[in-house]
Structures are given as structure tokens and as C-alpha cells.
């Protein structure tokens, strides 16, 4: 690639941090948009306050949890950054993939923004992207497991067949085994493409399985939280069908997992309530753990790049002088 063409695609690539953003921004938009503002206000009203305000506890250590995933990248690709830079990158690249769907694309580029300004080779970005993606995927083949023993039978069956998830189950316990046996014994590095990946050390991927696992627990207490006052079950059970839907819903890549929850929910609340619950329910849910942290780093990113522009204008002028 001839260097010309090499800044284009880097600038491109850069840019298309903010494209994603703006992308997230009208996804939420899009879920929300089909209620009004007086339908949106009665939902908030309907659940007590109290759980509210545990609802956006745990929204904000879901996110810290979710930020963490870059602390653990950084020390894997061994660099170090003052604490404020990985979660300002984990906390805006994950409010802006959770709802833009496609995480590793959309919050790949915020990162890429972002680490290349802090002296992060390209190289080592993509490591760190493989790196907390492979980090849900552990998360996920552990809470796969416990989601299909405490969730009830009938939730699962009405998600999908018993021969997929019984597939799913197998290939969740196979994963988790093989990973954690290559992290343990293959020592050798894996290229892809010019990039050389090393594996990391079981310690390493026991806390991914930790951290990975604390972030899925937090976003289920967000829901729980809300619908504390119309359910009466075990949070295990819940946490189990919280499970299914979300780990469905991301391999589906819709944003949010629209569609899944309410398939998975419709089944565990009374039936003459399910409509209206499930209504003011999953409204305040999109707003704690999808808008309001996509406002707070729209407007976190926003006042970062104008700082930035600010500094720059204001050494060029000082240059010049």
C-alpha cells in the first residue's frame, strides 16, 4: 500500500469512530421512536424509584465491568495507560457498540480513534479488539452453562429447538475446556495476517471469565431491578433466562437484542399482564443501559474532540507567532 493511500485509510478509519457513533445514536433512536413521550413518561412512572436508582447502580458498574475489558487488553498487548484513558475508550466503545450492533466494527474504530492518539500501534489494536472479543466469548460459554441450568425449561424451549440447544450447550462446554487448555499449553504464536497473537496465561484467562462474567450479572441486575416489582422468582432463575436472551440477541446482531428479550420475557411474566409490563419494563431498561450511557459519552467524546482541536489551534497560532 503505497503510504499515500495508507493516511487516507488510516484518516478513514479514524473518522469512522465518530460514523458509528452518530449510527448508535440513531439506532436508539429508531428502538424509542415508536413511543411517545407521554407512553415513555408513564413507563418511568409505573416502577418504583428505588429500584430505579439500583437499576442505574448497576448500569454503571455493568460499564465499569465493560471498561475493564480494555484494562485487561492493555496489559495482554503489554502497555500501559494512566486509568482514565482505557476507561474513557471501554466506556465510550461499548456504549456505542452495545447499540450499534457489531461490536468488534463499531467500537473498534472509537478505539482505534482513540489508542492511535495515545501512541497504540495499529498492530496492537487489533490484538486488543481480538482480545476482548475472544473475553465475551469465555464470559459467554461460562454463562451459557449456568444460564441452561437455572433457566426454565419451557423459557429455552420457546427461544429455540432442543437439538440447538443442546448443541449450543455442548459447544459452550467444548469451548470453554479448549480455551482454557490452549492458554495452558500452546505456547506458540498465532499469525493472522502479518499480526502475531500470543496466547494468553490461564491466570489471564480466568479473569477474563470474571470480568466477562461481571458484565453480563450487572446488565441482568439492570432488568432485574425494573421488574423486581412485577416478578416473584429466584434471580438465578432470571438471571438464567437474562442469559439465553442476551447471548442470543448479540449473536443475532440486532442492536439491543430487540426482539429477543420480549420472546424470552413474554414467557416468564403472568400472561395477563405480559403486554403492559413488558412495555414500560423494557423502555426504562433501553434508556438505563443504552441511552443514557450513549448520551453521557456523546457528550464525553464531543468535549474530548473539541479540547483537542482547541489545543491544536492554539499551538499552531503559538507556531506561527
Not at 495482554?76 to 466506556?91: D, N, P, S
Not at 502475531?196 to 450487572?218: C, H, N, R, W, Y
Request: hydrophobic fraction near 55%; charge should be positive.
Amino acid at each position: 500500500m503505497k503510504p499515500r493511500t495508507k493516511r487516507i485509510f488510516k484518516k478513514i478509519l479514524s473518522w469512522s469512530g465518530l460514523f458509528f457513533f452518530l449510527l448508535a445514536a440513531f439506532m436508539i433512536y429508531h428502538q424509542l421512536a415508536r413511543y411517545s413521550w407521554e407512553e415513555i413518561k408513564n413507563a418511568v412512572i409505573a416502577i418504583p424509584k428505588t429500584n430505579i436508582i439500583y437499576a442505574c447502580i448497576a448500569s454503571f458498574c455493568g460499564y465499569m465491568a465493560l471498561s475493564s475489558y480494555d484494562y485487561l487488553a492493555l496489559k495482554y498487548i503489554g502497555h500501559k495507560l494512566a486509568a482514565w484513558k482505557w476507561m474513557f475508550a471501554g466506556f465510550i466503545g461499548f456504549s456505542v457498540s452495545n447499540n450499534a450492533g457489531h461490536a468488534i466494527v463499531s467500537g473498534g474504530a472509537i478505539r482505534y480513534r482513540l489508542y492511535t492518539r495515545w501512541r497504540i500501534p495499529a498492530a496492537d489494536i487489533i490484538k486488543m479488539v481480538t482480545f476482548s472479543g475472544f473475553t465475551y466469548l469465555v464470559a459467554c460459554f461460562c454463562l451459557i452453562i449456568v444460564g441452561y441450568i437455572f433457566s426454565p425449561q419451557h423459557i429455552i424451549s420457546d427461544v429455540s429447538s432442543p437439538l440447538i440447544n443442546w448443541a449450543l450447550m455442548i459447544f459452550s462446554i467444548a469451548g470453554l475446556i479448549f480455551y482454557i487448555w490452549g492458554c495452558a499449553f500452546y505456547k506458540k504464536p498465532i499469525i493472522i495476517k502479518e499480526v502475531e497473537f500470543d496466547t494468553p496465561s490461564v491466570k489471564m484467562a480466568l479473569a477474563q471469565m470474571v470480568i466477562g462474567s461481571a458484565d453480563i450479572l450487572m446488565a441482568s441486575l439492570v432488568l432485574y431491578f425494573i421488574m423486581e416489582s412485577y416478578i416473584d422468582i429466584p434471580f438465578f432463575t432470571f438471571m438464567g433466562a437474562f442469559i439465553i436472551a442476551q447471548v442470543l440477541g448479540v449473536y443475532s446482531q440486532v442492536p439491543g437484542g430487540l426482539g429477543v428479550f420480549e420472546l424470552v420475557f413474554t414467557n416468564l411474566l403472568p400472561e395477563d399482564e405480559n403486554q403492559a409490563i413488558l412495555f414500560a419494563v423494557l423502555i426504562l431498561y433501553r434508556i438505563i443501559y443504552y441511552l443514557l450511557p450513549l448520551i453521557i459519552s456523546g457528550i464525553v467524546l464531543f468535549s474530548y474532540e473539541f479540547y483537542l482541536a482547541q489545543r491544536k489551534k492554539k499551538i499552531k497560532n503559538e507556531n506561527n507567532h
